[in-house]
């Protein structure tokens, strides 16, 4: 499947604090969906697959008489939370090349407005008895019992997540669209804000908004005749190793995310800085649009939008001479996915 499909299309609608859109989940996708349309110059009506994941309740045949859909010929969702994100973009994939779709929107959209909070919207509602009778209902606390590990007992420092937090921040401010664009964050700033749930500060957590967000996977072939640059997608694996799956908060390792990483933790401290993750000479630049923490929350969608700005040369924080970019769906979900998308030079 290695760049047999594209991305050729990305759309997003504004983002809305949580609640305050005053539209539902159903519209805010279809205007994503129809805004990447547009962005590929496809006419909506030729999509005829539909693919996200988690809770995604807006499924295809809801979207079909706004769409125009001339015939639905797949849908589909992972099976996961977060951790299939980019696996969703892998689910589209097989369908355009087994010859199921060919044009296929992959999408996700959430709106307090007739939705409901993370634990419904985001974790399905499936938390563990044993969670909630501890007080443990919210995605943030179950992470913050890993990161804890992290600190406490494998040795990395806890100023690496203040250091993401700041280095999401700085990028936010120069994407217009960004709910946190306007917020000043620094050490102080950070240490001083309330906690959500330690070792979790305020600006340690992604923001809930209301928003869709949603990209268009054609065939390598369709994508060069179409009006943007494809981002080939190189590969999507989706799964989880030995030791995790749904077996609460006993994975092993119980710190890991369910990666391969680009550090050790004993090498944690020193590679993961502001400095590091910075558009500014940082060796790898992460959420470079902001982020889940300052761009803005939609279950994780807008982080593949940007991955294709990367491909593209587009983003507000381009890394110079992007070739490679890489999206991974998780942390700690039982199963995790991740996306590489590359220019047409990485074939």
């Known amino acids: 499947m290695r760049g047999t499909t594209a991305v050729a299309g990305v759309g997003e609608t504004p983002y809305y604090k949580r609640g305050t859109s005053g539209k539902p989940a159903l519209e805010l996708a279809l205007r994503a969906i129809v805004a990447a349309s547009e962005d590929a110059g496809i006419h909506p009506s030729e999509i005829d697959g539909f693919v996200s994941y988690g809770s995604e309740r807006n499924d295809g045949q809801r979207m079909m008489p706004a769409l125009g859909t001339k015939e639905l010929r797949f849908g589909a969702l992972v099976w996961t939370h977060g951790g299939g994100i980019p696996g969703a973009l892998g689910l589209a994939a097989s369908a355009i090349v087994t010859g199921q779709a060919d044009v296929v929107a992959v999408y996700r959209a959430m709106s307090e407005k ?39 007992a494998e040795g990395v420092p806890a100023r690496t997540l203040r250091d993401m937090a700041l280095a999401s921040y700085y990028h936010a401010r120069r994407n217009p669209r960004a709910i946190g664009r306007d917020t000043p964050l620094d050490e102080t700033s950070y240490e001083e804000s ?7 500060h305020l600006f340690g957590c992604s923001r809930e908004s209301d928003a869709g967000a949603a990209v268009i996977l054609v065939s390598a072939q369709r994508a060069k005749d179409l009006a943007q640059p494809p981002a080939y997608l190189l590969g ?82 381009q890394v110079p001479d992007a070739a490679l970019s890489l999206m991974t769906g998780g942390p700690g979900d039982p199963v995790v ?6 220019t047409e030079a990485t074939l």
Request: glycine share 12%.
């Open 114 to 152: 007739g939705g409901q909070r993370l634990r419904v919207d985001v974790a399905q509602d499936d938390t563990a008895a044993q969670h909630l009778v501890n007080g443990l209902d919210a995605p943030a606390q179950m992470c913050a019992l890993r990161s804890t590990r992290l600190i406490e």
């Open 337 to 342: 996915s991740t996306a590489l998308l590359g």
């Open 236 to 317: 999507a694996p989706t799964g989880a190793v030995r030791g995790w799956g749904m077996i609460e908060e006993n994975q092993t390792p119980y710190w890991s995310s369910g990666f391969h990483g680009f550090c050790t933790l004993e090498s944690a401290g020193d590679f993961i800085t502001f400095d590091n993750l910075i558009a500014s000479g940082g060796r790898l630049l992460v959420n470079t649009s902001g982020g889940n923490l300052a761009d803005g929350f939609i279950h994780g969608m807008s982080l593949v939008n940007e991955a294709v700005r990367q491909v593209r040369g587009t983003s507000v924080n």
């Open 194 to 200: 309330r906690w959500i749930s330690e070792p979790y």
